[in-house]
């Protein structure tokens, strides 16, 4: 059974920082791209960051660039989002997501790369 856990969501003021986690089980984490989306109140799901089964290579939404940096340890089957800088705008569920071997016909930044997520961690930044 896959599992995906994320913590470190909270409440934070305008410039602060989190730092986000998404424990897998039950996949082969080290070979498979990881994601991370979030989903505002109102508005649909979407994407923030992506990085490579080996960590070599990430993506990021235009809105974060800059001040959100994902990364990855295989020995523990995580993976990470460092947010700093944050911005009301930024407050959203955050969900991470494991790559669908069978979709890498679809981009990185699509939902439809994705196929098994986590159950989202709420992050609130106030101003």
């Known amino acids: 059974q896959v599992q995906l856990v994320e913590s470190g969501g909270g409440s934070v003021q305008a410039g602060g920082s989190l730092r986000l986690s998404c424990t897998v089980s039950g996949r082969t984490f080290s070979s498979l791209r990881m994601g991370w989306f979030r989903q505002a109140p109102g508005k649909e799901r979407e994407f923030v960051a992506t990085?490579?089964?080996?960590?070599?290579?990430?993506y990021y939404a235009d809105s974060v660039k800059g001040r959100f940096t994902i990364s990855r340890d295989n020995a523990k089957n995580t993976v990470y989002l460092q947010m700093n800088s944050l911005k009301p705008e930024d407050t959203a569920v955050y969900f991470c997501a494991t790559e669908d071997p069978t979709a890498r016909r679809y981009s990185a930044y699509s939902e439809y790369r994705y196929d098994y997520w986590g159950q989202g961690t709420q992050v609130t930044v106030s101003s």
């Open positions: 990085i490579s089964w080996s960590g070599t290579s990430t």
